[in-house]
Nanobody, 124 residues
């Protein structure tokens, strides 16, 4: 069982930055892939980024590539999402998720555990 708690969301102006954190419980964190997803009002949940359990591989959605960076600290059981050059269209609830089968997946249904989400609002 893995429990995930996101933090770091808030209100920021367009062009600004935020850093999201996701703290995980359990001793298996270092062996599972971690992803970030987001869901805007009236839209489906969408993939943002994923990082391999070892931290050696990452993938990003085209919409955030070059602006967002996913990273992890296995000693601290935490995964991060650094978000720069934020745009109003980045406004959403951001969720971290854990995939114990380590598929480096972009599909939300392949993730086993989810956090409660943190709101990110980007004003124009």
């Amino acid at each position: 069982q893995v429990q995930l708690v996101e933090s770091g969301g808030g209100l920021v102006q367009a062009g600004g930055s935020l850093r999201l954190s996701c703290a995980a419980s359990g001793r298996t964190f270092s062996s599972i892939d971690m992803g970030w997803f987001r869901q805007a009002p009236g839209k489906e949940r969408e993939f943002v980024a994923v990082i391999r359990w070892s931290g050696t591989m990452t993938y990003y959605a085209d919409s955030v590539k070059g602006r967002f960076t996913i990273s992890r600290d296995n000693a601290e059981n935490t995964v991060y999402l650094q978000m720069n050059s934020l745009k109003p269209e980045d406004t959403a609830v951001y969720y971290c998720a854990a995939d114990k089968n380590r598929r480096l997946s972009r599909r939300s249904y392949e993730y086993d555990y989810w956090g409660q989400g943190t709101q990110v609002t980007v004003s124009s």
